[in-house]
């Protein structure tokens, strides 16, 4: 019976796919573009520390919650967000075009700068990030993405240097930049 239990106990858990953060301290690479056709990498923004988000814009929920979190917590940093770039990575470069990107970012801070690519330089750029997304159909012929909702700041040096969740508004993300910029990473 024990043996039974702990089938059903397991198997769960190895059928859903395991989300896991970057170790800190490692590089985060990226190749994409932004909405005016720059090529940007994760070089482009030498001197300041990055705010990057995975989602897209046709996401009915956590995406647009998490967007004005990452707006507040611009503004809550008030002058010491001058050295950040907030970063909004696409997962649906098909229907994210660059015009619809910027219309859509302006809405939550004309600071956050969309990026977008091919589906191998997104699914690179996600793979190294360490995010899930996976396309789902609707029955109404669109479609939806799964994907993990996680927040990453990034170093001056271009190191990961912290994985928060999305969920914990925009008082955490200025919290964590704040206390990682004070410790002088």
Known sequence: MGLVLLAV???????????????EGSNARFALTAADGTAITEQSYRGKWLVIYFGYTFCPDV????????????????????????????????????????????SFDPRIVGLTGTPAQIALAAKNFHVFYERRDTD???????HSSFIYLVDTDRKFAKTISSEGGSKQIAGALSALMNAGR
């Open 63 to 106: 995406c647009p919650t998490t967007l004005m979190d990452i707006a507040g917590a611009l503004d809550t940093l008030g002058p010491r967000a001058s050295v950040v770039q907030a970063l909004f990575i696409t997962i649906d470069p098909k229907r994210d075009t660059p015009s619809i990107l910027t219309e859509y970012l302006k």
């Open 9 to 23: 106990l397991v198997l769960p858990k190895s059928a859903a796919p395991q989300i896991t953060s970057p170790p």
């Open 140 to 146: 109404d012929g669109n479609y939806l993405y799964d």
